[in-house]
């Protein structure tokens, strides 16, 4: 059987982390779910105080790489007709200080290549109010950087295929309704 694959991306407090529960409750076994690298190895100790260029590239290789592992070990394991993704590989190439190019060029990898190892792409934008967005204890942006992060995700995934873009909105269900919609068609 093969597996699709799809990633959910955009800027922080976009909803994904609810996206992929209410997605997993509602199509039980036939996903599976890959947990966001980022989150995965900033919450279990790499070091984020230091913002200077030699940092954010380390961070953002180790992030590349775990992303490629995470993904593998997901389709290698899984029943599932779906694995869906929380980010995917070419999301570091926003953060990269030397630009996207570069950040491909440094992974080995082309965003070509990138874009190709997913069959869909949903995006959801950052809430556009100040009462909706959450910070935690992974993320350090403030609303106004959120933002800016998640139009530049927009810009680098615009050649994908098979992209659906949910706008920024405080309504969640509306949201929820149009990625479950979404999922059905990729399932069948």
Same mark, same amino acid.
């Given at each position: 059987?093969?597996?699709?694959?799809?990633?959910?991306?955009?800027?922080?407090?976009?909803?994904?982390?609810?996206?992929?529960?209410?997605?997993?409750?509602?199509?039980?076994?036939?996903?599976?779910?890959?947990?966001?690298?980022?989150?995965?190895?900033?919450?279990?100790?790499?070091?984020?105080?230091?913002?200077?260029?030699?940092?954010?590239?380390?961070?953002?290789?180790?992030?590349?790489?775990?992303?490629?592992?995470?993904?593998?070990?997901?389709?290698?394991?899984?029943?599932?007709?779906?694995?869906?993704?929380?980010?995917?590989?070419?999301?570091?190439?926003?953060?990269?200080?030397?630009?996207?190019?570069?950040?491909f060029?440094?992974?080995?990898?082309?965003?070509?290549a990138?874009?190709?190892?997913?069959?869909?792409?949903?995006? =959801?934008?950052? $809430?556009?109010? %100040?009462? !909706?967005?959450?910070?935690?204890?992974?993320?350090?942006?403030?609303? #106004? @950087?959120?933002?800016?992060?998640?139009?530049?995700?927009?810009?680098i995934?615009?050649?994908?295929?098979?992209? =659906?873009?949910? $706008?920024?909105? %405080?309504? !969640?269900?509306?949201?929820?309704?149009?990625?479950?919609?979404?999922? #059905? @068609?990729?399932?069948?």
């Amino acid at each position: 059987m093969t597996k699709k694959k799809i990633v959910l991306t955009g800027g922080p407090s976009g909803g994904k982390t609810t996206a992929l529960s209410i997605l997993k409750e509602t199509f039980g076994n036939q996903i599976a779910l890959v947990q966001e690298a980022a989150t995965l190895i900033y919450s279990g100790g790499f070091p984020r105080t230091d913002n200077s260029p030699v940092h954010i590239e380390h961070a953002q290789r180790i992030i590349f790489y775990t992303v490629h592992q995470l993904e593998h070990l997901a389709e290698v394991t899984s029943d599932a007709k779906l694995i869906v993704c929380d980010r995917g590989s070419i999301d570091g190439a926003v953060y990269w200080p030397k630009g996207p190019e570069d950040f491909f060029a440094a992974m080995g990898s082309t965003l070509e290549a990138e874009l190709a190892r997913y069959d869909g792409v949903i995006h =959801l934008s950052p $809430p556009p109010e %100040k009462d !909706y967005y959450q910070a935690t204890n992974v993320r350090t942006e403030t609303m #106004e @950087q959120a933002f800016e992060i998640d139009d530049k995700i927009l810009k680098i995934w615009e050649k994908h295929p098979n992209r =659906l873009v949910i $706008p920024r909105s %405080k309504h !969640y269900f509306e949201k929820a309704e149009i990625i479950k919609n979404f999922v #059905e @068609q990729l399932l069948h």
